[in-house]
């Protein structure tokens, strides 16, 4: 196991990060732990608190709220030296008597690798062609509208082409809530409120948030309902006990550049359902995986997790109940936008053969 994987193996064990409920100070001890016990750099640690945040902050840490604690946890003292957390236990466990067996471990968990640009540029060198959004977006299998034109419009058919009849679709405008809009497909969208026991109200879907307009990728029940951890109960809209099916896993990459990642992306023989971008530096990638069970998922997941990071993936992006950006959304005043539709794509068939000249 990597020193990044200890590290999120440590602080998922540390108390959750719980608003009025010491949360502050429950997501500065993990960032301490990263920065001073595991001494890892910056992005490192980053990565790490990314994945602890999905799992173990309600509601979770913005990205600038995180590289915050990251940089105050660097600052502050610390009365332990760095590396701390990284000493080994080198003495075994004492037998317990004649014919007690060892100490039962579970399967030991996939190796995530680390981001390696060299590897990520001679991946995407293999590439027959340059590969651009406006080129994705014209050869998209479902038509796609041009920047100028994509909207609100844009968004609802969006959910629509991939969500089935009566199928719901959590839409965010603040990150760390439990759900601001709500779309099922056929009956169209509706405000929702942040109080259990108040009826939503019919509404259009956001164009636009300062930062940004965000979706669950996967088909929720809409409704609050209980999520037990091992802290205690609480009501959610977004935890895995809402979701209905598990049919999609997130690609994104903050590491290689556009270029590269798009390059790497259509030569993979993944089922690539939609790709658009972030309205920022980055383009996600909506896989199809069709999972029968969350076991399913995160072995799905794992898979993913074990290969892609070298090229770019984000692996704390591929965590089942994701939030990810809504095409045809303004994030500030930069489009969310939408390049590939494929609500069925095929199997074992990369995007650069259907799309070759």
Known sequence: MNIESRALSYALTLPPSVAKQGGHDAAFRVASCLVWGFDLSREQALSVMRQWNQ????????????SHK????AAAPSKYPRGYLLREKTEKPAPQGEGVAPLPTGPERPRIPLYDSAKAEQFAAACRFPITLDLLARRSPVAIPSPANQNTTTSEAFLSALYPEGESVLVFTDFRSQGDFLWTVGKGGFRLSRQRNIAPVPSRLPGSAKEGVWFLI????GEWSIQNTGDGTRY???HG???????????????????????????LPIRISAMYTSGGRSVHALIRVDASSKADYDASRDVIRSVLPVIGADPAATTGVRLSRLPGCLRGNQLQRLVWLDPEPPAGLPILDRIAP
């Open 55 to 66: 799992q173990r902050a309600n509601p979770p840490w913005s990205e600038a709220e995180l």
């Open 70 to 73: 990251i940089d105050s946890a």
């Open 218 to 221: 996967q088909p929720v029940t």
């Open 236 to 238: 959610g809209r977004r």
């Open 241 to 267: 006990g809402c979701v209905t099916s598990w049919r999609y896993l997130l690609l994104e990459s903050d590491e290689a550049p556009e270029s590269v990642w798009l390059r790497c992306l259509v030569q």
